[in-house]
C-alpha cells in the first residue's frame, strides 16, 4: 500500500532500485521495449476510498442516470455542481502534481511556473492544505536552485499555513524540507530540531517512506 489514510507509507520499487536502496521490490518495474531501460511506472492502482465513494454517489442518487438525464435537458443543475466542485479540487491538485513531477526532473523554472499556479489557485479556493504544499514545493524548488533565503521564507510560510490547518502529516513533510535547508546551512541544532519534530510524527502515523528519508538525513547530519 502507498498511501493510506492520506499518509506517504511507501515508494514503488522495481528490482534495481530495490536492491540499491535495501527495500523489497513492489515489481513496478516496466520498460517501453528491449531499446529502453526498465524504470518505476504504476501497474494496477486501487483506489479504495474513491469506490466506497463512487458507490456512495450512485445509491444516494447524488449522481445517477436520472440525474444526469436531467442535466442534459437542463431540467437540473445539481450534476452541474457536482462536476464544478470535482474541478475545483482537481485544478489546483493537478497543478501541484505537475510542479513535483518537474521538480523531481530538476526543471526548475516549469517547476515554480507550476507552483505558482497552484499556489494562487488554492488561494483563490480557499484550499489551506494545498496552499501549505504549493509553498512547500515552492520552498523545495527554490532550495534546489541554491535560494536558500527564499526556501527558508517559503518552508517557514509553509508550516504555519499546514499548522494552522491542523494537517500534522503535510506539515511534518515542510519540517523534513526544513530539515534538509538547516543541514545544508550547517546549522546543526536546528536540523537536529526539525529531524526530531517530523520524525516523531512519520513513527507516529506509520509513514514509513517520510521516516526512511528522515533517518537517512539525520544519518548524512551525523
Known amino acids: ?15 534495481l532500485r530495490s ?98 499556479q497552484s499556489l494562487a489557485l488554492a488561494r483563490e479556493l480557499g484550499m489551506a492544505r494545498e496552499h501549505g504544499q504549493a509553498l512547500r514545493t515552492l520552498g523545495e524548488t527554490a532550495l534546489a536552485a541554491l535560494q536558500h533565503d527564499e526556501a527558508r521564507r517559503l518552508l517557514d510560510e509553509s508550516y504555519a499555513v499546514l499548522r494552522e490547518a491542523g494537517d500534522e502529516y503535510e506539515g511534518a513533510r515542510t519540517q523534513l524540507a526544513l530539515a534538509e535547508l538547516h543541514h545544508r546551512r550547517q546549522i546543526d541544532d536546528e536540523t537536529a530540531a526539525a529531524l526530531a519534530a517530523c520524525s516523531a510524527v512519520f513513527e507516529r502515523l506509520g509513514a514509513e517512506a517520510d521516516l526512511a528519508r528522515a533517518r537517512r538525513l539525520q544519518a548524512d547530519a551525523g
Open 1 to 15: 500500500m502507498l498511501i493510506q489514510d492520506g499518509v506517504l507509507t511507501d515508494y514503488m520499487w522495481d528490482l
Open 19 to 116: 536492491r540499491k536502496e535495501g527495500r523489497t521490490s513492489s515489481g513496478n518495474g516496466r520498460r517501453q521495449s528491449y531499446q529502453y531501460l526498465p524504470m518505476v511506472r504504476m501497474t494496477n492502482t486501487y483506489l479504495l476510498a474513491g469506490t466506497v465513494f463512487g458507490f456512495t454517489l450512485v445509491k444516494s442518487e447524488a449522481a445517477s442516470w436520472y440525474r444526469i438525464m436531467e442535466m442534459f435537458y437542463f431540467q437540473s443543475f445539481h450534476m452541474y455542481g457536482v462536476f464544478a466542485s470535482a474541478l475545483a479540487v482537481a485544478a489546483p491538485s493537478m497543478a501541484l502534481i505537475r510542479a513535483y513531477r518537474e521538480a523531481g526532473r530538476g526543471a526548475d523554472a516549469a517547476a515554480e511556473a507550476h507552483g505558482q
